[in-house]
T-cell receptor, first 112, second 113 residues
Framework: KNQVEQSPQSLIILEGKNCTLQ??????????LRWYKQDTGRGPVSLTI?????NTKSNGRYTATLDADTKQSSLHITASQLSDSASYIC???????????FGGGTRLMVKP | DVKVTQSSRYLVKRTGEKVFLECVQD?????MFWYRQDPGLGLRLIYF???????EKGDIPEGYSVSREKKERFSLILESASTNQTSMYLC????????????FGEGSRLTVL
C-alpha cells in the first residue's frame, strides 16, 4: 500500500532556530515529491518539488532533500520566523497520472 | 494572480440537510479535486474531475456527489449531511498530469449538528 509518513507530528521551536521535518514514503513507482505549507485556516501552498534525479532544492530559507534509494525526504528550515508557524505536508506523486499520496503533516509552531 | 475560490468559508448545517460546496478556479485548469481534511488523517480525496461533465471517485466518495457543468466550476454535494461529515473541505485544481502542482482554495469548514 502506498503510504507517506511524516515526523514529528508537531514541533515547537524558538524563533531564529533551525529545524528539520521528515517524510518517509513507500509510494511506487515514484514521480515527484512536493512539500506544501498550510497556514492555519488557509489552503496548502507548494514550497518545493523534487523529482527522482534531484537530491536537494532550496526556496529561500527552506531546503528540501530527497534520497530516492531510502525513500526519504526532509525539509530544513533555517533561521525560523514566526510566520513559519504552519502545517507542512509532504505529497508524493505516482508515476501515473494524478495519483497523489498525502502525508499527515507536521504542525510547526515558532515561538518568540 | 491565480485563484481557487470556495464559496463559503464556514457553514453550519443540520443532520439530513442538503449541502452544496462551490469551487471556482480562474486558471483554465483541466483537473479539479475535492478533499476533506481531518486532524490526524491528513487530506483524503473525495472526488476529482479531469474534464467537464467527467468525474472519478476518490478514496472516500461515500455520502458525496459532485457536479462539473463548466470547466471553471466544481461543486461538492452532500445529499443528506451527517455529523461524521463535519470537516474542513478543500478544493484544488491543476493542469494536466505532469508535475501536477495543486492550487488550493482557502477551505470550507462545515459543521453538521
Amino acid at each position: 500500500k502506498n503510504q507517506v509518513e511524516q515526523s514529528p507530528q508537531s514541533l515547537i521551536i524558538l524563533e531564529g532556530k533551525n529545524c528539520t521535518l521528515q517524510c518517509n514514503y513507500t509510494v511506487s513507482p515514484f514521480s515527484n515529491l512536493r512539500w506544501y505549507k498550510q497556514d492555519t485556516g488557509r489552503g496548502p501552498v507548494s514550497l518545493t518539488i523534487m523529482t527522482f534525479s534531484e537530491n536537494t532544492k532550496s526556496n529561500g530559507r527552506y531546503t528540501a532533500t530527497l534520497d530516492a534509494d531510502t525513500k526519504q525526504s526532509s525539509l530544513h528550515i533555517t533561521a525560523s520566523q514566526l510566520s513559519d508557524s504552519a502545517s507542512y505536508i509532504c505529497v508524493v506523486s505516482l508515476n501515473a497520472g494524478n495519483m497523489l499520496t498525502f502525508g499527515g503533516g507536521t504542525r510547526l509552531m515558532v515561538k518568540p | 494572480d491565480v485563484k481557487v475560490t470556495q464559496s463559503s468559508r464556514y457553514l453550519v448545517k443540520r443532520t439530513g440537510e442538503k449541502v452544496f460546496l462551490e469551487c471556482v478556479q480562474d486558471m483554465d485548469h483541466e483537473n479539479m479535486f475535492w478533499y476533506r481534511q481531518d486532524p490526524g488523517l491528513g487530506l483524503r480525496l473525495i472526488y476529482f474531475s479531469y474534464d467537464v461533465k467527467m468525474k472519478e471517485k476518490g478514496d472516500i466518495p461515500e455520502g458525496y456527489s459532485v457536479s462539473r457543468e463548466k470547466k471553471e466550476r466544481f461543486s461538492l454535494i452532500l445529499e443528506s449531511a451527517s455529523t461524521n461529515q463535519t470537516s474542513m473541505y478543500l478544493c484544488a485544481s491543476n493542469r494536466g498530469i505532469d508535475t501536477g502542482e495543486l492550487f488550493f482554495g482557502e477551505g470550507s469548514r462545515l459543521t453538521v449538528l
